[in-house]
């Protein structure tokens, strides 16, 4: 299945994709979240869908964040070589974890916001989890298990927030609109691959990053796994996986960053594609 959330910002519905058309299931469930995920919803939802007679929706609305709020995202730094190498960073020997606040998330073709006094916000599109099923000390061999889907993801990223003013990665990571998720999750058989995904993003129209995920450093397995050691994964909680080469930091010769009035895209294969128009922080 391939899951969505539609309307206005604080008050999206529930909806499925099928064929190329949006249909509410407003009526089947209450919301992506933790209560859905961890209980079973995503096979009821499969079985309710058969017998219902689903409103369509217009392809026009909004689409917003293709989850609720969840509980946390975790979110794994240099998990690509080319990207470590870039930012002029050794390869990492475990993943490096850090989190992202989850007041960032919005809609997948919300504005983004340049948070106040910013000079260095950057873009990152990044492969991401969905918790499926509570998860603690899970090994690799049942990982799996334990995911709903993926879903596509822009880490945007302020460097001199995260690299610069002390501390941890956090505080470059958080801004509000820094986490625009969709359009929708794809449960796990609607990807035949997970780890020969294209993953690609463009500013204005020129492509900066065109990477594939056969290139992880920590494959997905191991990192719900190696995540689930220090911590218990919750349904609907969210792992952002890592970037490839040609984020603003790594640019050459010199670094750039995203301006009012730039425009950014970016997808993934059979996750589908997001747009977000870069606006000033107070500009209506």
């Known amino acids: 299945m391939k899951l969505i959330r539609f309307g206005e910002a604080g008050a999206e519905k529930p909806g499925v994709i099928i064929g190329d058309n949006y249909y509410d299931v407003s009526a089947l469930v209450s919301d992506y979240n933790e209560a859905f995920f961890g209980g ?23 689409l917003g964040p293709a989850l609720a709020r969840p509980s946390k995202i975790i979110c794994v730094g240099l998990n690509y070589k080319d990207h470590a190498a870039e930012t002029n960073a050794p390869i990492p020997t475990e993943p490096i974890l850090f989190f992202k606040a989850t007041t960032a998330i919005v809609g997948p073709n919300d504005d983004l916001i340049i948070p106040k006094n910013s000079k260095k916000t950057d873009w990152e599109v990044e492969l ?4 499926g099923k509570k998860a603690s000390y899970v090994t690799e061999e049942n990982a799996l298990d334990h995911i709903a889907g993926y ?6 990223s302020e460097r001199e927030f995260q690299l610069e003013r002390n501390g941890q990665w956090v505080k470059g990571k958080s801004a509000d609109t820094f986490a625009p998720i969709g359009p929708f999750i794809a449960t796990q058989d609607e990807i035949a691959d997970v780890h020969n995904l294209r993953l690609w993003l463009t500013v204005n129209g020129k492509t900066l990053q065109d990477g594939n995920t056969s290139n992880l450093i920590f494959n997905v397995p191991f990192m719900v796994s190696y995540i689930s050691q220090f911590m218990t994964l919750l349904p609907g909680d969210v792992i952002t996986t890592g970037t490839p080469a040609g984020v603003g930091l790594g640019q050459k010769p010199e670094p750039w960053y995203l301006k009012p009035g730039d425009v950014v895209e970016l997808g993934i294969d059979g ?9 000033a922080y107070g500009e209506n």
């Open 128 to 131: 991401a989890i969905v918790i």
């Open 40 to 62: 079973d919803g995503l096979e009821k939802l499969k079985s309710a869908i058969a017998s219902a007679d689903l409103p369509q929706v217009d392809k026009g609305v909004r």
């Open 271 to 279: 996750l589908g594609t997001s747009k977000q128009t870069v606006k």
């Open 151 to 156: 879903v596509l993801h822009n880490d945007y």
